[in-house]
């Protein structure tokens, strides 16, 4: 210590410091203490030290966690993305009938194929191979595929009896208690084949079933309980004493048109690469039990190219319009009925009275003289010479469907123009 008991009693005035208040003692010194520099404590890290690395810990499982998530989310997607794209390539694979090695057979192989095979137990079990192999191809677009049994086409035909055919190489025939019409091929059909599994529409006529043995190959399609429409639009003499070919009245004659262009438009701009049919015409068209029209035959059908035109198509659905229309045949497309329909169209004082000349004597003027001219002005613009001036399919199911829902059905089917004298019943037809 640097003072003393002394020095401090002087420095108090010698008071009495056993007081009980008392005032603050002062001590005097001659050299001020020396102390070591304060140590401060963190004393919240003390005290969470513990939860820290908890925090750390937690912190760290849900950046884990996330960053796992997001991998299998990822790799998931990964997964769904290779999964479509093997299941796009098998369909592929199956759909086009061309495959590597024994699992699919080529159509062409399967024409001929038999020729290859000898007689007996190895005959028996090409054959299987063969139907087992044209399963696999067709599978893939018939919603009920069957590969039927040559003695069971022939069997239920009677051995392609007369009395089976429907039209040409085209017989019905009753399979499991349906239905159907059986085509034999004439021909190679691997092209037509290979066209018909890409289509799936309600107005083409449907593939149902194939049968192949050696040379024979038939297709099964739906049948289509009212034939042709030119059944329909021309019947044969003896078939008008019975009443199964009546006539066709306008409102169905509409529905047909549409429905015809209908299929038409969905092989020109829903399918890549287009396909143009070549053959339309009126015996190429079936109706079903409703008159729902279907195209049919697509044995010329042939994919779009600059030579191969969707405007062929164009101009033989505008000679089915001139056929709806007059009830006669453009046999061959000769010309007549396009040619005729061109003057009356261009007849403009007189235009009304001659279509009512012209049009189809069996309709007996129950017909919308507007609306006929209307479809007769389709017909000659899809005649048209110069094919850059048809106009597209798409157009025309435009411009049928306004005009069938222009007319009603109390209004199509009691509606009657008089031959003297026209009466505006019908409202605004389909803009032309």
């Known amino acids: 210590m640097n003072t003393s008991e002394a020095a401090i009693q002087t420095f108090n005035n010698n008071r009495n410091f056993t007081a009980a208040v008392a005032l603050p003692i002062l001590i005097p010194v001659s050299q001020l203490p020396l102390f070591p520099p304060p140590i401060y404590y963190n004393t919240s890290s003390l005290s969470d030290g513990q939860g820290s690395k908890s925090e750390k810990l937690e912190r760290t499982i849900v950046i884990l966690s996330a960053t796992l998530g997001v991998a299998l989310a990822l790799a998931l997607w990964s997964l769904l993305v290779l999964a479509y794209l093997w299941y796009r390539h098998e369909r592929r694979k199956a759909v086009s009938l061309v495959c590597t090695g024994s699992s699919c057979l080529d159509t062409a192989d399967l024409l001929n194929s038999n020729k290859k095979t000898s007689c007996g137990s190895s005959s028996s079990g090409q054959s299987k191979t063969v139907a087992d192999k044209l399963l696999l191809g067709v599978s893939t677009y018939l919603d009920n595929p069957i590969l039927y049994d040559i003695e069971v086409i022939m069997a239920a035909t009677m051995n392609l009896d007369d009395k089976f055919r429907i039209d040409g190489s085209v017989y019905k025939a009753t399979l499991n208690g349906e239905m159907f019409a059986v085509k034999k091929a004439k021909r190679d059909i691997t092209e037509e084949l290979t066209i018909l599994q890409r289509l799936s529409h309600a107005n083409l006529i449907k593939l149902r079933g194939v049968s192949a043995r050696k040379e024979d190959f038939f297709l ?53 690469p287009s396909i143009v049919h070549r053959d339309i015409r009126s015996s190429n068209i079936l109706l079903s039990g409703r008159f729902k029209a279907k195209i049919a035959n697509f044995s010329m ?95 025309m199911v435009f411009s049928l469907s306004v005009l069938a829902q222009s007319c009603s059905n109390d209004e199509c089917e009691r509606l009657w123009i008089s031959n003297t004298e026209y009466k505006a019943v019908m409202t605004n037809p389909v803009a032309r």
């Open 220 to 272: 099964v399609y739906e049948f289509a309980e009212n034939t042709s429409l030119d059944r329909w639009l021309f019947p044969m003499k003896s078939s008008c004493s019975s009443n199964k070919f009546t006539f066709l009245s306008w409102k169905q004659r509409l529905n047909i048109a549409l429905d015809v262009a209908n299929g038409l438009h969905y092989i020109h701009s829903h399918i890549r």
């Open 301 to 395: 059908a042939k994919p779009a190219t600059v030579a191969v035109s969707p405007s062929i198509d164009v101009f033989a659905f505008g000679v089915v319009l001139l056929e709806l229309l007059s009830g006669r045949r453009d046999a061959e497309n000769v010309g007549v009925l396009w040619k005729e329909i061109r003057m009356v169209m261009e007849a403009e004082e007189k235009r009304e009275e001659m279509l009512k000349k012209w049009m189809d004597p069996k309709l007996q003027g129950f017909y919308p003289v507007d609306g006929a001219l209307s479809v007769a002005a389709m017909a000659k613009a899809c005649t048209s010479d110069k094919a850059s001036e048809r106009p597209s399919m798409s157009e």
